[in-house]
């Protein structure tokens, strides 16, 4: 069952975390769990890195939380502290892999999880499909902020301050993805026509 909280609760929730009420932390990760899995499984197929990282950013917070500073973007913070650890542990596991640094570009990619794929209509698939043709076709950067913006439901603004951009390069980014999947998806519809007209 998904849990949603609003913002007042939230903000309630992370004082009385960070006053060492376990149960608030427990609370915020179940309504934040799902949403920080998604984003963070669009970056590896392995599912138990996404799972450790998630398990080891509660276990962070709940150690430092007298120092953790207040904050009114709970989900915000959420997300850009999951992005650090699993950029720092993805680049671990390469350099033990190969021996060498990995670049920050990390693979974006838009891999859907069996619970999601059990519970999406036939008619959803295909149409899901089709757009994850389309957004592979952008750049990475791109991808990212169309996951963060129509998935996420996160303004520009808070999509800057995840990715450590300013709000007009995330607009500029956003446009210029906006325009490509246009223009993609009707390449795209043309060609299906003609295969299957």
Same mark, same amino acid.
């Given at each position: 069952m998904k849990i949603t909280l609003l913002h007042n609760e939230e903000e309630l929730?992370?004082?009385? %975390?960070?006053? @060492?009420?376990?149960?608030?932390? @427990?609370q915020l990760s179940r309504s934040h769990y799902r949403a920080l899995f998604n984003y963070a499984a669009k970056f590896t197929k392995d599912r138990e890195i996404v799972r450790d990282c998630i398990?080891?950013? %509660?276990?962070? #917070? *709940?150690?430092?939380r007298e120092h953790l500073t207040e904050t009114p973007f709970v989900r915000i913070y959420l997300i850009k502290s999951l992005r650090n650890n699993l950029f720092r542990k #993805?680049?671990?596991?390469?350099?033990?892999?190969?021996s060498e640094d990995l670049d920050e570009d990390l693979p974006f990619s838009d891999h859907t999880s069996a619970e999601s794929t059990l519970i999406e209509s036939e008619l959803f698939q295909e149409n899901a499909g089709k757009i994850k043709v389309v957004l592979a076709k952008l750049p990475k950067r791109q991808q990212e902020i169309?996951?963060?913006? %129509?998935?996420? @439901?996160? =303004?520009?603004?808070?999509?800057a301050e995840i990715l450590t951009m300013n709000r007009q390069s995330v607009a500029n980014l #956003?446009?210029?993805a906006l325009t490509s999947l246009k223009t993609n *998806? %009707? =390449?795209l519809a043309k060609m299906l026509l003609f295969l299957w007209g």
């Amino acid at each position: 069952m998904k849990i949603t909280l609003l913002h007042n609760e939230e903000e309630l929730l992370w004082q009385r %975390f960070k006053e @060492g009420d376990s149960g608030a932390l @427990g609370q915020l990760s179940r309504s934040h769990y799902r949403a920080l899995f998604n984003y963070a499984a669009k970056f590896t197929k392995d599912r138990e890195i996404v799972r450790d990282c998630i398990q080891d950013l %509660f276990l962070e #917070l *709940w150690e430092r939380r007298e120092h953790l500073t207040e904050t009114p973007f709970v989900r915000i913070y959420l997300i850009k502290s999951l992005r650090n650890n699993l950029f720092r542990k #993805l680049r671990q596991e390469r350099w033990m892999l190969e021996s060498e640094d990995l670049d920050e570009d990390l693979p974006f990619s838009d891999h859907t999880s069996a619970e999601s794929t059990l519970i999406e209509s036939e008619l959803f698939q295909e149409n899901a499909g089709k757009i994850k043709v389309v957004l592979a076709k952008l750049p990475k950067r791109q991808q990212e902020i169309i996951f963060l913006k %129509f998935y996420e @439901g996160l =303004s520009n603004d808070q999509i800057a301050e995840i990715l450590t951009m300013n709000r007009q390069s995330v607009a500029n980014l #956003l446009h210029r993805a906006l325009t490509s999947l246009k223009t993609n *998806w %009707f =390449s795209l519809a043309k060609m299906l026509l003609f295969l299957w007209g």
